[in-house]
């Protein structure tokens, strides 16, 4: 069976019309449902990295310091 252009609306086959837009939304779902799981793992990433790089990012001196406030509230 042929698709069929009928004027301005979108080419038919078989008795299904599927706009340019209607394919960019599918597409954008589809993508969206494969990339999910990424997601989770990404804010994984996040929250655990962006502390982790900022105590990186401390000198010795600051990271002792860090260390010795954090004993003194927990009590040690």
Known sequence: MEAVARGDGPAVRGGTAMTARTKIILA?????????????????????????????????????RLRRVSRKELGR
Do not use: E
Request: charged share 10%; net charge positive.
């Open 28 to 64: 954008g779902v589809a993508v969206g449902l494969l990339l999910m799981p990424w997601i989770g793992w990404f804010s994984l990433l996040v929250v655990l990295g962006i502390p982790a790089v900022a105590y990186l990012m401390l000198d010795p001196g600051q990271r002792r």
